[in-house]
């Protein structure tokens, strides 16, 4: 992974500290750090000259160091993986005060990244340009890809099957590691380059998006059903991830004339994104390749029937209820199939998956997806006043449900009201 200091280009933070040189013995050297992107670059003068180093903040931890004479304010950077992008796996900086050092690890915080080429899918999920611990229903550059692809894209011939130079795959893949959103520019004017780096992407999962150990099923025949049964049983990201390239395909197919594409023709492409085969279990190559056309075209031609309420919506209410819970952070317009809530709503939990996505229902019978990470269960006092009765929570819950817009104020009068007994107290 290339990372080239532009002089031209703003930091978004530089200031001098106090780097350890590690050979034979320990020696610090003081260099001027600046953050441009996702790496550290360090100079020995202010002007002049070229880095004389840098340190990517790519799968990183940041921790203190205990207080050493003349040294009371260092602090690390360890590499955590892929350490061939950078020169050792650990780096020690001594800053000049304990105001320096927290601004500098704060930042390095919000710049860092998380490689998630050669990840799981749904590790894929968990990053975004502006957080890497995001929880995400879709990896953060697929719906800007897919808007495009769904609004001229499709039209173009070959934009799924042509072979894309390698270069050109690993300039997008190594954004897709520095978690870098691509430029609107570059998805409508490289629209065939990007999808050909997401395909050498999904290329490149550990484990297809159905399970492996699923291909055994298919040993001796391929239905629709069969499909559907193994995609109701995947967790929610692939769930989505699967409607999208289902629809995308729908819309292809039926501009064929335009494209050129079949059923066919984009077979061979799907087959291995969708199904690979076990590595504990003995799968001739041809028998392989024979399952994974069945299973793709399968799928093309069957997607309507196979994804059909997918996430189990429709039964959502009449499922029994793991635990009630509150959104911690309102969430609106995020997605067809994420729930719109406000701060506070009240929702009951009937299914969680394994990446943290709970399917909810209101006390409206809205049904839809939260993550567990903005879901606060509720105390056993709640559950009990809600029990109880009418009360305060009950009729919030009436507003946040049916008048989201005034919530808001209703949570700033009890968030006030909590301060003034408070400060009564």
């Known amino acids: 992974m290339q990372f080239v200091y532009d002089e031209k280009s703003p930091s978004i933070i530089e200031g001098w500290m106090s780097k350890a040189n590690i050979g034979v013995f320990e020696r610090w050297q003081k260099r001027l750090f600046k953050i441009q992107g996702r790496c550290i670059f360090y100079f020995k003068k202010e002007n002049g000259e070229p880095p004389r180093g840098k340190i990517p903040l790519i799968d990183i931890e940041v921790k203190d160091l205990p207080p050493k004479k003349n040294r009371n304010f260092g602090f690390s950077i360890n590499i955590t993986k892929n350490k061939s992008n950078a020169k050792r796996s650990e780096y020690l900086i001594n800053a000049e005060s304990k105001e ?83 430029k609107h520019s570059s998805l409508t004017s490289d629209t065939m380059n990007v999808l050909g780096a997401v395909r050498y992407y999904l290329k490149l999962l550990p484990k297809p998006l159905l399970s492996p150990e699923s291909m055994v099923q298919f040993r001796d025949k391929v239905t629709s059903e069969q499909i559907r049964q193994i995609v109701l049983s995947c967790d929610a990201p692939i769930k989505q991830f699967l409607k999208v390239l289902a629809s995308h395909f729908k819309k292809m197919l039926e501009a064929s004339s335009l494209n050129g594409v079949t059923v066919h023709s984009l077979t061979p492409i799907l087959g291995p994104i969708l199904i690979r ?60 199939d994420i729930l719109d809530g406000p701060k506070g709503l009240l929702v009951s939990v009937v299914r969680q998956d394994n990446t943290g996505w709970c399917t909810v229902y209101t006390s409206n019978r809205r049904v839809g997806l939260v993550h567990d990470s903005n879901l606060r269960r509720l105390s056993q006092e709640e559950e009990n006043e809600l029990k109880s009765g009418p009360n305060i929570d009950g009729m919030l819950d009436v507003v946040r449900e049916r008048m989201p817009e005034m919530s808001l104020l209703f949570d700033a009068m009890v968030d006030e009201s909590m301060k003034l007994r408070e400060l009564l107290e």
Request: charged share 20%; aromatic share 10%; net charge negative.
């Open 277 to 336: 085969a076990p590595s504990n279990a003995s799968f001739p190559p041809a028998q392989t390749r024979s399952i994974q056309d069945q299973v793709a075209s399968t799928f093309l031609n069957n997607s309507s029937k196979i994804l059909e309420d997918v996430h189990q919506f429709l039964e959502a209410p009449r499922q029994p209820v793991i635990r009630c819970a509150r959104i911690t952070a309102s969430q609106f317009n995020q997605g067809d």
């Open 100 to 182: 320096q050092r927290d601004i500098w690890k704060r930042t390095i915080m919000e710049n860092r990244a998380k490689s998630i080429v050669g990840e799981t899918y749904c590790y894929g999920c968990n990053v975004s340009p502006t957080n890497p611990d995001a929880h995400l229903l879709l990896p953060y550059f697929i719906p800007p890809l897919f808007t495009v692809l769904d609004s001229s894209g499709y039209k173009s011939h070959g934009i799924w099957t042509t072979d894309i130079p390698e270069e050109i795959i690993m300039k997008y893949l190594h954004q897709f590691d520095q978690n870098l959103q691509i």
